[in-house]
């Protein structure tokens, strides 16, 4: 039987209720107190809607996927399926200190959970505190060696805070353990560039290429390559 939601927010409610009607839900009661708002709210289906939310973030509309996610947050404040990915979209977004607050949060009550200490490294490197996201990074290579995120982005950390050879460490693992993994190539191509080796560099970037020649991301390896 689905379970119903007890969700209490700040906010107006018949904002709220269109919000909700993303959903394949219905509300059962709506209840005021001062600015905050109320609400029961049930499932039409067995199927979790927050599988939902995830596509509407997927698709682009970060606004109504982070309002979603505040409402489950509030019905279950630790639910780790919910602080990771409000905290990965409010890093996203640029809002970079509540993103670590909800990350930090996942990890206190779930140490292990790698991907969320890498989503926090990312946070704390978009808000340029290096050692900080470099920490949290090496914590979750420690946990899990070959997690593609973590390798791609700690050597992101790296050549961020200028230690190119460390980087380029990371970053070639990233590259070996993904190989069609564009993004890591172009990184990696960028660190070598930073480092001085500009031959291996440009196999890097020709990778990238290789690899859609179409995209955006190509696009920026065919600038790198025009650059003396």
Known sequence: MNREYQFRVKGNADQIREILGLLDGEIQTVATDAEVVNITWKPNTDNDPLQKVADILKEGNYSEGLSLLELFLSDDPTNTTVLFNLGRAYSDQGQWDRSVELLRQLIEKEPQHTNGLVA????????????????????????????????????????????????????????????????????????????????????AYRKVIDLDESSEIAERARTALKEK
């Open 120 to 203: 926090l490294g990312i946070a704390l490197l978009r808000a340029n505190r290096t050692d900080e996201g470099i920490y949290e990074l090496q914590t979750a290579i420690s946990q899990e060696p070959e997690n593609v995120w973590a390798q791609h982005n700690l050597g992101v950390g790296l050549t961020q805070a200028g230690r190119y050879p460390e980087a380029l460490e990371h970053l070639r693992q990233a590259v070996e353990l993904k190989a069609d993994n564009a993004a890591a190539w172009l990184d990696y191509g960028q660190t070598l560039q930073l480092n001085g080796d500009k031959p291996e560099a440009h196999k």
